[in-house]
């Protein structure tokens, strides 16, 4: 099924439902036009777009995995960060924001930086300054951010994030601020439902740290490349997604030694400012 054929399945079944385009799109957590574009084949749809489009439609489970189906042949895709940036990098954040507050479970594996969830505003604006953004759009999209870590209080969810212990040590911001933002790691560790772990460089490793990937639920993978962002659907792939994650966190630290480690790290920085 091409792009048009599933434009026009998903257009006729929601007239056959009788429900509006705008009330669909509402619950489907996109905007009106998102949807029109889809249903009129000007833009693909992710496999999550037809699945949410077909859960506010209301179809049967057999309706609904025909098509996501269908949606999943094509089961990674690709949005260059180019494109992201001309539409504004800000509803990046959002679209993140609407796929957290549908998940029930999150898994998180980072090797380069402090997950966007557990970032401190300052160490926000130092990484999005790399992509040569207006001040406009950067203060958006801190923001945006900021908000997203709204789910991290959410009870309901469970949230697990595996970092390796250079993602402590890399100088994103001043030592002060990395100071400030290894005690946010601590804080939020001590939540009940959230599992922050630490892989620590001095254990052996059986496995290679390729790239930082995000698992929600047992459905999409979302991986950042330097060119793109790419979202994997595929069961088998999720899989050995959910596989690599699980390598990692059995090798990592948590509870008391993983705060014990990243303390230790942050009075460091903190040793270093005094001295400096």
């Not at 400030?180 to 009940?192: E, F």
């Amino acid at each position: 099924m091409n792009r048009a054929q599933l434009g026009a399945a998903l257009r006729a079944l929601r007239q056959a439902s009788g429900k509006e385009a705008k009330a669909v799109a509402r619950s489907a957590l996109m905007s009106p036009s998102k949807l029109s574009k889809i249903e009129n084949a000007k833009l693909a749809p992710s496999t999550m777009d037809v699945e949410r489009i077909l859960t506010a439609i209301g179809v049967s489970d057999e309706v609904k995995a025909e098509y996501t189906d269908a949606a999943r042949a094509s089961a990674t895709e690709a949005t260059a960060w180019r494109l992201l940036k001309r539409t504004g990098v800000h509803k990046g954040q959002q679209a993140a924001k609407a796929l957290e507050s549908q998940m029930s479970m999150l898994r998180l594996f980072q090797p380069a930086l402090v997950p966007g969830l557990l970032q401190t505003p300052e160490y926000i604006r130092a990484v999005l300054q790399r992509h040569s953004l207006s001040e406009d759009s950067l203060s958006r999209t801190i923001n945006g951010r900021l908000e997203r870590q709204a789910v991290l209080y959410d009870t309901t969810k469970s949230l697990r994030f595996v970092i390796t212990e250079p993602v402590l040590r890399w100088r994103i911001v001043p030592p002060q601020m990395m100071a400030a933002q290894l005690d946010r790691i601590v804080s939020i560790s001590r939540l009940s439902h959230v599992d922050i772990r630490i892989v620590p460089l001095g254990i052996q490793q059986h496995d290679i740290a390729n790239h930082a990937f995000v698992i929600r639920d047992e459905r999409m993978v979302t991986v950042e490349t330097v060119h793109a962002e790419v979202v994997v659907t595929d069961p088998r792939d999720v899989c050995l997604y959910a596989e690599k994650f699980g390598g990692f966190e059995r090798a990592a630290v948590s509870g008391d030694t993983m705060r014990n480690l990243v303390e230790g790290i942050r009075d460091e920085f903190l040793q270093e400012q005094e001295t400096g």
